[in-house]
Structure formats: C-alpha cells, structure tokens
C-alpha cells in the first residue's frame, strides 16, 4: 500500500513539474486556448513573433469578434489607420454593413445623392426600395402602367401583371375557350387540357379501354400497364425474364434508390419568353431536376434543370431556350 502511494505521489510532482515548465513558456498576456495544449493571447492582444502586444485601438474603433484586431465603429469607415466618419447624404441611411451608406427607402443613388423615385399611377415600390413595379392587375409600358384586360373566363396569373385561363379553359389568341372533355376523361394538372381517367388510353380525341395482361398492372399514368418485376414485355404479353435481366434490372434499382425520396411536381413559368407549364420528377439527394414543359401552341418539350431556391426551377427545354419555372 505504502509502496503505490509512493508512485502516486512521484507522478503528481512530475505532472506538476511539467505544467509549471509549460506555464513558464507562456508569454505575458496570454492564455490556455480552448485544446488546452497552446497558447493564444488574451482579448486586446495581439500575437508578435513568440509574444503578445497590446492592439492599439484609434479613435472611433473597437475590438472585432477576434479580440485580437480592431474594426471602426459604426458610422465610420477605416482608411489607412484610421477611421473618419461616414457622409451621410439627406435622404439616406447607414446600411448594413455600418461603414457605407444607402438611400432610404423611396429614394435611389444618383452619384453622391438620393433622389426620389417618381411613382407612376397604379404602381407601387418594389422590394428593393429604390425601384418601382406595377400593382396587382396592371403591366408596365414604358414608364406607366396600364390596366390588364382579362377576357372572359380568366383571370390574373402569379405575376399580377398577365392573365391566364380559368381551370377548364385554354388559351386560343386573346381568349379563353371551353376544353371539351371526352367520355373516361377529365381535366389535367394544367386545368387546360384533358387526360384519360384510370384505366384507360387516349386514341385521338377519345378515351378508350385497355386490357391488362396475366403478369402485368396498370402503370404509374393509369393509362397503360407494365409488366410486374421480374418479366418483360413482348408483343402483347408479358413474360419472364431471364437471370441475367433480373440481375441487370435489380442493378437499375439500385441505382433509383441512390436518388433517395423521388418528388413530382407540377410547375409553370417561362421559357425563352413564352408562357409554359409541366412536370419534373427530383430526388432527396439531388439539386438535379427533369421532365417535360408544354408551350400555349402545345408542343411539348424535355426539360432539364436545377434547384434555385424553395419552390424555384433554372434549366433549359429541348431547343436549349433559358427556363425559369415555379413549383404551382
């Protein structure tokens, strides 16, 4: 017992001793850091070759989060060593920053002054404070805005400065016309064209019947069918697969299931200008997003393009035009 004692206390004098030399290294003004292993120095100090010097602060600063550097105070700017004070135009305000000016909000930078910007009838400020933009039901034409003539069973679309067609309707020129509906049918995620209820195909303007085959089910659509896992289509029928298919097949799985959570999403917004709807498919684990966009003439376009921002799609169509789309 007398024995390990005596150890004991041999290695609390040598942990001693050691924390002593390491203490005896450490410069004036300075401080175990957060690893406990080095030294850093303390706030209003300044690291110098193996020592630590006193910040020295001009008039109208002040340390920065560092503790080990100085920063101007707001309202003033840093020049040189100093920092001189910020010139305020009227109109104007300190901006974020607290080092830099901005106009107040309805007012815009016109060289070293804040102007007021000129409202036109029916128009508003705009997000930014120092433009304008045209209220709700109005668009922009040259430096007035002018009422939106919504025809007959439309209405205003997101923007607030266009119309579009009413669910039911679609678009024919400067009007809106009734979308004729066939029998098995119904309005689509555009409201302005029709699709085929479950279980049946289109066949030109009609909606037709289809028989599902023994080994097959109506697809994800709902008109059409697919074979089940495991066997294939051929002609009319489905039939099974051979070994090497099912390995090649659960390899595509595979690959699917790396996407993470897939997501399906109706969208509308624009395309080299001209008006456009559609839907794209996306992952969990991707920005990636792809699918088809349709123009008001009805051509129907791949889309392929990447998450901007919650709810907002950049990418391009099949001709390569620019696409900005939002999630409806």
């Known amino acids: 017992?007398?024995?390990?004692?005596?150890?004991?206390?041999?290695?609390?004098?040598?942990?001693f001793e050691s924390s002593i030399?390491?203490?005896?290294?450490?410069?004036?003004?300075?401080?175990?850091?957060?690893?406990?292993?080095?030294w850093k120095c303390v706030r209003g100090y300044q690291k110098i070759?193996?020592?630590?010097?006193?910040?020295?602060?001009?008039?109208?600063?002040?340390?920065d989060y560092t503790?080990?550097?100085?920063?101007?105070?707001?309202?003033?700017y840093k020049s040189g060593n100093q920092c001189l004070r910020v010139s305020i135009p009227k109109n104007a305000e300190l901006d974020y920053t607290g080092s830099r000016w901005k106009c107040s909000r309805g007012f815009y930078k016109s060289g070293g002054r804040c102007l007021a910007v000129s409202i036109p009838k029916n128009a508003e400020l705009d997000y930014t404070g120092s433009r304008w933009k045209c209220s709700r039901g109005y668009s922009k034409s040259g430096n007035k805005c002018l009422s939106v003539s919504i025809p007959k069973n439309a209405e205003l679309d997101y923007t607030g400065g266009?119309?579009?067609?009413?669910?039911?309707?679609?678009?024919?020129?400067?009007?809106?016309?009734?979308?004729?509906?066939?029998?098995?049918?119904e309005l689509d995620y555009t409201g302005s064209r029709w699709k085929c209820q479950r279980g049946f195909m289109k066949s030109n303007s009609a909606c037709i019947a289809f028989n599902v085959p023994q080994n097959a089910s109506i697809d994800a659509s709902g008109n059409n069918w697919r074979c089940n896992l495991n066997f294939k289509k051929q002609g009319k029928g489905c039939v099974a697969m051979t070994q090497k298919e099912i390995e090649y097949q659960n390899y595509l799985?595979?690959?699917?299931?790396?996407?993470?959570?897939?997501?399906?999403?109706?969208?509308?917004?624009?395309?080299?200008?001209e008006s456009v709807s559609g839907n794209v498919d996306a992952c969990s684990n991707s920005k990636d997003v792809s699918g088809y966009v349709t123009?008001?003439?009805?051509?129907?376009?791949?889309?392929?393009?990447?998450?901007?921002?919650?709810g907002e799609i950049e990418g391009t169509d099949g001709f390569g035009n620019s696409c900005d789309l939002e999630v409806d």
């Not at 024995?3 to 041999?10: A, D, F, G, S, W």
């Not at 390491?22 to 080095?38: H, I, Q, R």
């Not at 266009?162 to 979308?179: A, H, I, P, Q």
């Open 1 to 15: 017992m007398h024995k390990n004692m005596k150890y004991v206390l041999i290695l609390i004098f040598l942990i």
């Open 67 to 76: 503790g080990s550097r100085w920063k101007c105070s707001r309202g003033h």
């Open 162 to 185: 266009r119309w579009k067609c009413s669910r039911g309707y679609y678009k024919s020129g400067n009007k809106c016309l009734t979308v004729q509906i066939p029998r098995n049918a």
């Open 49 to 63: 070759g193996n020592g630590c010097e006193k910040v020295i602060i001009p008039k109208n600063a002040e340390l």
């Open 295 to 310: 123009f008001d003439n009805g051509a129907e376009m791949d889309f392929e393009g990447d998450w901007v921002s919650k």
């Open 21 to 38: 030399a390491f203490a005896l290294e450490m410069p004036a003004n300075s401080e175990l850091d957060y690893t406990g292993k080095n």
């Open 253 to 273: 799985i595979m690959l699917a299931r790396a996407c993470g959570r897939s997501y399906n999403y109706d969208v509308s917004g624009y395309c080299g200008g």
